[in-house]
């Protein structure tokens, strides 16, 4: 949410008015001001962003070239490290404006794919650090959850660089121009979820703690939570 509405903002508004301003009708009421256009991102609702982010692709059907989707990886990456630095200032303003005592960041996934001197380490001095490892169940439905309705998300570009001429080559696909977008997500969001597990362990193992994320479901309350917390830190 952060993301998007503080340090993607503006990139996500200028993606919809040129897509606007394809339009005569529309065209020419933003060239007036007659019109404005905004988005609508709420922490429930993040499709403005995976929207701007897209996908690789056939340009006809909503595909981005290499190129431009890597463009906007490096914009999400750039806000995604901001906005984990904000954390310190939010869990002021927490404190000292509503008068909370604690503070939950719920990271995305990937956080582990920023690779930015500080973040971590910044996160691991002014919050504990907590793991939710999956059982194989769990990361399975996780897994169908996210190709049912993709979230934003980061990740490196040598990661796409490694997967992207394997799945040309398995499709017996020349360019990138000749790949479905949802195909390709639904091939690549797998072995992205595998690439990165190891990531979060080792994270995990440095700055914070490992929680089974199935012992989540058993939680009815802060005492509970707390005390699940307790047992991990032994």
Request: aromatic fraction near 10%; glycine fraction near 6%.
């Amino acid at each position: 949410y952060r993301i998007g509405t503080r340090y993607l903002d503006e990139p996500i508004l200028d993606n919809v008015k040129r897509e606007a301003m394809q339009m005569p009708f529309l065209a020419e009421l933003l060239r007036s001001d007659s019109i404005y256009l905004c988005h609508n991102i709420t922490i429930h609702n993040l499709k403005p962003i995976a929207s701007f982010l897209g996908m690789i692709g056939n340009p006809e059907l909503g595909g981005l070239s290499v190129e431009e989707f890597k463009r906007r990886q490096g914009l999400h990456r750039e806000a995604e490290v901001k906005a984990m630095l904000d954390v310190r200032d939010f869990i002021a303003k927490a404190h000292d404006t509503y008068g909370y005592p604690h503070f939950i960041n719920d990271a995305g996934g990937s956080l582990c794919e920023l690779d930015e001197p500080g973040v971590i380490e910044q996160l691991a001095e002014d919050t504990l650090i907590l793991y939710l490892k999956p059982s194989d169940a769990m990361l399975n439905q996780t897994i169908e959850r996210s190709l049912l309705e993709p979230k934003p998300m980061y990740y490196q570009n040598q990661f796409l660089d490694q997967v992207l001429p394997q799945y040309l080559a398995e499709q017996g696909l020349s360019t990138p121009e000749e790949i479905v977008p949802d195909d390709y997500f639904r091939w690549m969001f797998p072995r992205l979820v595998e690439h990165r597990l190891p990531r979060y362990q080792e994270i995990a193992d440095r700055y914070g703690v490992v929680l089974d994320a199935e012992r989540i479901d058993d939680i009815h309350g802060e005492t509970e939570f707390l005390e699940l917390i307790c047992d991990a830190l032994g």
